[in-house]
Nanobody, 121 residues
């Protein structure tokens, strides 16, 4: 079973940038597709971005296109979400997720504990 630990959240002013990091550990963690989700207070969790295990295919929700970039390190066990031009609507708990072929199925069985991102106006 893979374990996921997120880091890099925090508070930033509108227009600022943050980088979220998800470190995966466990057997064969590099073979998993990875993704980022977020959940704002009172709202449902929503998919932000996904990346395949080889890093050769990515997906972005419309509301983050051209602002967020997902990548993974060559080792395959770390996924990074670069966020720029942040606005208060991006305030949420961001969760890292992983799973086999999950980038296409959108079914992610493994989840991190979440990291808070707060954007002030």
């Amino acid at each position: 079973q893979v374990q996921l630990v997120e880091s890099g959240g925090g508070s930033v002013q509108a227009g600022g940038s943050l980088r979220l990091i998800c470190a995966a550990s466990g057997p064969s963690s590099s073979v998993y597709d990875m993704g980022w989700f977020r959940q704002a207070p009172g709202k449902e969790r929503e998919l932000v971005a996904t990346i395949t295990r080889r890093g050769d295919d990515t997906y972005y929700a419309d509301f983050v296109k051209d602002r967020f970039t997902i990548a993974r390190e060559k080792s395959g066990d770390t996924a990074i979400l670069h966020m720029k031009s942040l606005n208060p609507e991006d305030t949420a708990v961001y969760y890292c997720a992983a799973g086999l072929n999950s980038a296409y199925s959108r079914n992610f069985p493994y989840w991190g504990q979440g990291t808070q991102v707060t954007v002030s106006s």
